[in-house]
């Protein structure tokens, strides 16, 4: 047929589409002759800087008289299409879905863009606490269900774990339903709340504290236990006569510690429970809990053997602060050498407060992480190993949503992608189920021949700024390298192996 | 290995979503909870291969069926045959004519096959098949237009009543129709039954040659259509209420020879704001009608 009816790919019945005609789904249409999905396909749109301000996209839209694409702007590589709502093709070994080429200084940069459908995909969250949240290789349930686990706990964090494929496909129907639901949730940027088993009950929202049992948490430990006394131990010299910094991972006692030696601190003859690492360290003072430093503690005096008689003295005066200067105790020996709690002195009330100031704002991150399979490489090159190996050697360089992302060495293309540096709801989910997660591959035009691209099917970014509201027009973030950069990119003429 | 089929929950937890394609089903089934998994985990693993099945024998079911037509392998096919059979020695009719009902009934059985379940019902864009055990029913609220959706009224369906296919035709709808009906819908023993049989009615509401409806040849808006070149309805001007009257009229005395073969059990025709009912819609409550509008044909 001679006309510019388009065949539609999306799903088996092939459906045969005149111009301004959907097709049987109502999903994909025929718009001037060529099949568009109807959801919006985000565009990248990167911030101009020549205003102090950025003008919101809508307004900026309605004076480009429709046009969503400026000339001049795309001749400077100032637009970037990303993967968002450029759909899939059916069935796989077709090229992705939107490969564009831009001019870049005079380069021919080529853009392929499709989105992913990851089976192999989770999260890893991390959140700022000291409180025990559970134990490693803890189940993590969203909805009842197990959808991950607690993993590795970092430097003031919590580390979770979260998706994967044994979640969401390897178990039930609804343990894989509610996987899916959780990381769709916590990719898009939106609190997902998490059980832990014999742990804490924990609010997870990329970019904002978490809630731990209820209760926000305000900032991450400044440091260990022990490296709280080394940053403050010349601010408590000659106010105070021991300091106890009480940490769930090592509680640190001044007088024992090297930078209280080194001050010239007396021993108080203080004793700790716990088992001693390195003198004035100690581990396992209690138990992992959500009160002092992250312990279990109520009263931090349990921690505390008797003070030897030999050294210690009537009246010494000794504080009890945890890592984040959240709890505290200033106590005094009596005459049998037993703390008796006292209003805490001015000055080191100070101290204290210099604690809090010095804690960041306790956060959740979550990393996105995937792997992209053979099909979707597939997508981008008849010869997909060249792909990977594109990526490794640096010529290629992968994006998410038009987000920077780290791709994990050895086999494979496996990355990570911080969630909050994509475009709003970013992520999709097909109910196999699985996340549909944007993927770009940038590269030279001539690296992208070189490894067997779709030639054929590059188009030009100016064949997709025509007319078009289903493409939804985004302000890059400032802080993402922009991809299309020669200086960020690549380096491929240093790292190119030739 | 992708899968194409989409499964969900539905935010209200209770339903379930299936979409592959032009197919989208919703689906809810009603006893103790495990039987209820049993029956949406036998309703996913049908699913998933319909569409490629129907794919399978596509060219087959859009040609027109007559009475020596061949039976296709699948089993939805075969549904959907043995539903169109009866019409195709009087009138041009596709299998395609119910695909939709066939879809939801053969859900509907591996659901009931699979568990044991008080009640349960398939969607599919409007064409139900219903489960109803002893003592069951379901309250079936109707709707005229699609794109302005308020309740016609609504309908009780008993497990005492024959009736476990429901379905709604019209030129509004998502499908082609012949005729001028904003919307038919009718009750009758099968999904895939009333799915064709309101096609077939929708189609009769018609005023041949009036100059307020503008048709398009079928091939004209999709060229691989069922329909061929037949003109299906576009656009509808306001009627005359004579003019209405006389288009319902002609639908009604169809669905009166169906429902005398007993092919349906009871239909509501709708046309501008004015409702025909044939056949006993069981308890039913007509809601947005006025009731000097309506023609009760049998009551």
Not at chain 2, 77 to 100: D, G, K, L, N, S
Not at chain 2, 206 to 220: K, N, S, T
Not at chain 2, 253 to 261: Q, S
Request: with cysteine.
């Amino acid at each position: 047929m001679a006309d510019d009816a388009v065949r539609c790919d999306a799903c088996p019945v092939l459906c045969y589409i005149k111009p301004g005609r959907t097709g049987s789904c109502d999903r994909y249409g025929n718009h001037e002759g060529k099949l568009v999905r109807l959801d919006p396909h985000v565009v990248l749109d990167r911030a101009m800087k020549r205003g102090e301000s950025v003008v919101p996209f809508l307004e900026r839209a309605r004076d480009w008289d429709g046009s969503l694409i400026h000339q001049s702007e795309v001749s400077h590589g100032e637009t970037f299409v990303t993967a968002i709502g450029a759909g899939t093709t059916y069935p796989d070994y077709k090229p992705a879905p939107f490969i564009i080429s831009s001019q870049v200084e005079g380069v021919d940069m080529v853009t392929v863009v499709t989105e992913g459908i990851f089976s192999y995909c989770g999260v890893k969250v991390k959140i700022d606490t000291d409180r025990h949240l559970g134990a490693e290789c803890s189940a993590v349930r969203a909805e009842g269900e197990v959808v991950g686990h607690v993993t590795t706990s970092e430097y003031g964090s919590q580390m979770l774990s979260l998706g994967g494929v044994r979640h969401l496909t390897g178990g039930s129907r609804h343990e894989g339903t509610a996987t899916c639901d959780a990381l769709l949730n916590l990719c898009n940027g939106k609190a997902v709340e998490l059980k832990i088993d014999d742990g804490a009950n924990v609010v997870v929202q990329a970019g904002k504290p978490p809630i731990v049992d209820g209760a926000q948490e305000e900032r991450m430990r400044v440091g260990c236990g022990s490296a709280t006394i080394g940053m403050f131990a010349k601010q408590w010299f000659g106010k105070v006569d021991d300091v106890v910094v009480v940490d769930d991972h090592i509680t640190g006692v001044l007088s024992e510690h090297q930078a209280g030696k080194l001050l010239g601190v007396p021993e108080t003859g203080i004793k700790l429970k716990g088992r001693r690492s390195t003198p004035g360290r100690y581990f396992q003072v209690a138990e992992p809990g959500t009160s002092w430093g992250g312990t279990d503690l109520e009263d931090p005096l349990t921690i505390l053997g008797k003070f030897s008689a030999k050294k210690a003295w009537p009246g010494l005066r000794l504080l009890m602060v945890s890592t984040t200067g959240e709890h505290y105790g200033y106590f005094e020996l009596d005459e049998g050498l037993k703390p008796r709690e006292k209003e805490l002195p001015a000055d080191l009330r100070e101290s204290v407060a210099r604690i809090k100031e010095n804690c960041e704002p306790a956060l959740c991150t979550v990393l996105f992480m995937g792997g992209a399979g053979g099909s979707l490489r597939a997508g981008v090159t008849e010869n997909p190993v060249k792909l990977t190996h594109s990526v490794r050697d640096a010529l290629t360089r992968v994006t998410c949503g038009g987000a920077p992302v780290y791709v994990w060495p050895g086999g494979g293309i496996t990355f990570m992608a911080d969630v909050t540096r994509m475009p709003q709801n970013a992520f999709g989910y097909v109910p196999t189920p699985a996340l549909v997660a944007p993927i770009e591959f940038t590269l030279r035009l001539a690296d992208y021949a070189a490894l067997g691209g779709y030639m054929e099917h590059v188009r030009p970014l100016s064949s997709i700024s025509a007319e078009n509201e289903s493409r939804r027009r985004v302000t890059a973030r400032e802080d993402n390298p922009w991809p299309l950069d020669s200086e960020t990119k690549l380096d491929s003429k240093t790292k190119k192996k030739r | 290995m992708k899968q194409r089929a989409q499964i969900r929950m539905l935010p209200d937890r209770r339903r379930m979503h299936l979409h592959d394609g032009p197919i989208d089903l919703i689906v809810e089934a009603f006893g103790e909870p495990r039987e209820v998994e049993a029956a949406y985990r036998a309703a996913s693993a049908r699913f998933v291969t319909v569409l490629d099945e129907l794919c399978s024998e596509l060219s087959f079911l859009r040609r027109a069926c007559s009475t020596g037509s061949a039976w296709p392998r699948g089993a939805i096919a075969r549904r959907m045959i043995a539903a169109v059979m009866p019409y195709a020695a009087e009138c041009f009719v596709t299998p395609m004519a119910a695909v939709a009902g066939a879809v939801a009934e053969e859900i509907l059985a591996a659901m009931v096959s699979a568990a044991k379940l008080a009640r349960a019902y398939v969607n599919d864009g409007g064409d139900i098949a219903l489960h109803l055990g002893k003592g069951e029913m379901f309250v079936v609220g109707m709707v005229e237009r699609p794109d302005r959706p308020s309740l016609l009224g609504t309908t009780t369906v008993r497990s005492t009543d024959p009736v476990r296919g429901i379905a709604t035709s019209g030129w509004r709808g998502r499908s082609f129709s012949l005729g001028i009906a904003d919307a038919v819908t009718v009750l009758a023993d099968r999904a895939a039954a009333a799915d064709v049989a309101a096609t077939i009615i929708a189609n009769a509401v018609d005023l041949p040659g009036h100059p307020a409806i503008i048709r398009v040849p079928a091939c004209e808006l999709a060229p691989d259509n069922d329909l061929g070149n037949r003109p299906v309805t576009q656009a509808v001007g306001e009627f005359r209420q004579q003019e209405v009257n006389q288009a319902l009229e002609a639908g009604a005395r169809t669905a009166e020879r169906l429902l005398r073969i007993g092919l349906i059990r009871s239909a509501a025709l709708s046309l501008q704001g004015v409702t025909q009912v044939v056949g006993a819609l069981g308890e039913s409550r007509m809601i947005a009608t006025p009731i000097q509008e309506r023609r009760l044909v049998h009551a």
